[in-house]
């Protein structure tokens, strides 16, 4: 199983090659370290279960696309991908589903529709995202809810509703997770108390959702 520690180091602004969707990721202060943390724990907690964990972004100041890391995670076969982020008030996960889309300005500056269309992926992903956000939310002290993300009005990314690491991952069922502690998240840090609980949630949800331990 893969995880994706949340942003990157340093701004990108490219294209995936493979949709054309445009990839833009940026630092995000506190969140990058956070988000580091958490995968590290997940990936510490699953190791010590059996479980086989790649971390899509090897280091906290390593520079990698969107689409590097789904391409790393196609590489070793990963059977999930799960991405960390923190955010204020925002206790969510984000799964795939068929017809959500992103959309923009493509590289020719024509304006571009990018629809998540694997409907294999996005069952899967909908099963392990529903097992996610049930484990969260027990080891968390809050609900954690399954819905569809909203990228309008957050130019320059493109308008739609799915984060663009799991539009592009059309063959590995992606889990994308949102955390706060209250007021804290995003640039805002997260107590190592509270990472610990999402940490154990996360890994208690790909124990829920790969039983078999892959
Ligand atoms: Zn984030």
Redesign the pocket.
Known sequence: MALDP??NPVRIESFDPKTGAAQIDYP?GA?DGDAFSVASQVAEILRARGYRVVLLKRSPNENVSYRQRVDRAEAVGAQIGISI?T?PGVNAVFAQRVGLFREGSGVDGATVRVTFRAERTAAASQRYATKVAAARSRSEWHPVTVQDNDFSGRAPLWSGNIPIISLIAQSTPWVYNEFSSGTTGGSIAVEPTALRAYAKGIAAGVQQALPRRC
């Open positions: 949340g942003h995000n969140e982020h955010s």
